[in-house]
């Protein structure tokens, strides 16, 4: 079935410093999005990708949708502590959505 | 505009139980789907609801069910409770079916003992 991969599992920044991630897989897919995820509470949207190639950004938040549709990454530039928690991307195939496994950040002050 | 809501917050059961949890989507949204989330798994897709038909459903067996209100509120079920069942039952809704932006609850967290 379906699969995305994130890398990496997880990281460990300098406050100040930027982070990069990504997410693959060895499907093509319509959409990525990609989520963050704190403690105790549900995923939050971040940034939505429509179109190969497309390059978003969001505040410090930086994603891009590969151009061969199989692949999206995610940058935050200058990160702060509360950029702390885990990373999703997600991404649809049909009406169905699959998540990858997460990316967990933590910001070293 | 208030965010999706899920009650209970917390829930702890005993194996064989049944236990219905429930998701408020944000005012306007039509569509509600069910995610579960544990640590060896992920986020799993459980079903997506519209119009208070079942419109899409993952890969998991028929004791997890679910329904729809004319509201749009939403109720899962899951019945026969396995250990495994244990987990963080999130819910999402979006605008309409199909459409991805997807906006979370804080999800229930389900213990099976």
């Known amino acids: 079935g379906q699969q995305l991969n994130q890398s990496p599992q997880s990281m460990f920044i300098q406050e100040g410093e930027d982070v990069s991630m990504n997410c693959t897989s060895s499907?093509?897919?319509?959409?990525w999005l990609w989520y963050k995820q704190d403690p105790g509470e549900g995923p939050v949207l971040l940034i939505a990708l429509y179109k190969a190639g497309e390059l978003t950004s969001n505040g410090r938040l930086t994603a891009q949708f590969g151009i061969t549709r199989k692949d999206s990454f995610l940058n935050i530039s200058a990160s702060i502590p509360s950029d702390v928690g885990i990373y999703f991307c997600?991404?649809?195939?049909?009406?169905?959505?699959?998540f990858g496994p997460g990316t967990r950040l933590s910001v070293l002050p | 505009k208030a965010g999706v809501t899920q009650t209970p917050r917390y829930l702890i059961k005993t194996r064989g139980q049944q236990v219905t949890l429930s998701c408020s989507p944000i005012s306007g949204h039509r569509s509600v789907s069910w995610y579960q989330q544990t640590p060896g798994q992920g986020l799993q897709f459980l079903f997506e609801y519209f119009s208070e038909t079942q419109r899409n459903k993952g890969n998991f067996p028929g004791r997890f069910s679910g329904r729809q209100f004319s509201n749009s509120r939403s109720e899962m079920n899951v019945s026969t409770l396995e250990l495994g069942d244990s987990a963080l039952y999130l819910c999402?809704?979006?605008?309409?079916?199909?459409?991805?932006?997807?906006?979370f609850g804080p999800g229930t967290r389900l213990t099976v003992t």
């Open positions: 499907s093509i897919f319509n959409t």
């Open positions: 997600a991404a649809n195939y049909g009406q169905n959505f699959v």
């Open positions: 999402a809704s979006s605008l309409a079916q199909g459409t991805y932006e997807q906006y």
